[in-house]
């Protein structure tokens, strides 16, 4: 352990001596830069060098008969930060399934092809994005498909919803490979605009928000298959559409950093719970009863979100 003397220099600023040794270790003389970065813990850690992200990381997965796990490995792949994947071909006949995978992975590009044979490159520059332009656009994509569910009992628009759901899928990847790359090269926080010790937050914010397009998609597929076109079925769009409003009210209170409002919403979850368990008792129809189900699920993400607020 060495220690210092704090220098004062002028009215506003103070100066430290850095040892001799440490300069001669990483070859610095007078003049050179010296790059300074704060920790979690407050602490100042000093850097000979600015240390960018290594370019080229690689990883080979093989295909098998198993596209399902090959789609799984190319999401951990994505979110893990890898840059480059080769993927090793058993049947060329499955081409297209495996290009589809990748159209679902955002930046991914083929950039060459052979008959044993895929290579895909990340072609993004991850300090051109900002978390939040990608939390807004998941927050308008999840308004979007429940302004287009509460319809779905009278029109087949499932397509429409499961399509803005996959666009939410790309973008919480997305999400996740930034954070990911962050917690290993802390210097890109300053480009996405999140600081270190919030990455943890804005990781369990997307994930909640994905997960509540799952069941925005779910509700939509079960009103298009429900038979039931009673006053009890607008009994429980009334009840989504509340939910709806308390999502709304939620997620306004993420932007503002509104803890009263937060608390509030918190609180909100047992009396949708109340209200679905009564409506629960009045109905028979499978689809009506996964419906509530999943409006239930929607009410326990909203308090989720609502925590990391005021938490």
């Not at 991914?108 to 072609?123: G, H, S, V, Y």
């Not at 270190?196 to 997960?211: A, G």
């Not at 689809?287 to 989720?304: E, P």
Request: hydrophobic share 35%; proline share 2%; with cysteine.
């Amino acid at each position: 352990m060495d220690y210092r003397k704090l220098i004062k220099l002028g009215s506003s600023s103070h100066i430290l001596s850095l040892p001799n040794d440490w300069l001669k270790k990483n070859k610095l003389k007078k003049g050179d830069l010296v790059y300074i970065s704060e920790n979690i813990n407050n602490e100042l850690v000093l850097s000979p060098q600015l240390k960018e992200e290594k370019k080229g990381k690689q990883v080979t997965i093989t295909e098998n008969n198993d596209l399902d796990d090959l789609n799984r490995k190319l999401i951990s792949a994505y979110i893990s930060g890898y840059d480059i994947v080769n993927i090793k071909l058993k049947n060329l006949n499955n081409f297209r399934v495996i290009e589809n995978y990748l159209d679902s992975l955002m930046s991914f590009e083929i950039i060459e092809q052979t008959p044993n044979e895929i290579i895909a490159k990340d072609l993004l520059d991850i300090k051109e994005i900002s978390m939040e332009k990608i939390i807004r656009r998941i927050d308008i994509l999840i308004r979007a498909m429940i302004e287009e569910t509460k319809e779905s009992h009278k029109l087949s628009n499932y397509e429409d919803v499961y399509k803005r759901d996959q666009d939410i899928n790309k973008l919480a990847f997305l999400s996740f490979r930034i954070i990911k790359k962050c917690f290993e090269y802390p210097k890109l926080t300053e480009y996405i605009g999140v600081k270190y010790n919030k990455l943890i937050d804005e990781w369990m914010l997307v994930f909640y928000l994905e997960k509540m397009a799952d069941e925005v998609k779910r509700i939509s597929r079960y009103l298009t298959r429900s038979k039931d076109k009673s006053n009890k079925l607008k009994e429980i769009i009334n009840l989504y559409l509340e939910v709806y409003e308390d999502y709304k009210r939620c997620m306004d209170a993420y932007y503002k950093k509104d803890i009263n409002t937060a608390y509030e919403m918190s609180k909100r979850k047992d009396i949708v719970m109340r209200k679905s368990n009564s409506l629960l008792e009045k109905n028979k129809d499978p689809y009506v009863f996964n419906i509530i189900d999943r409006t239930k699920a929607l009410a326990n993400h909203i308090r989720d979100i609502s925590r990391l607020i005021y938490q």
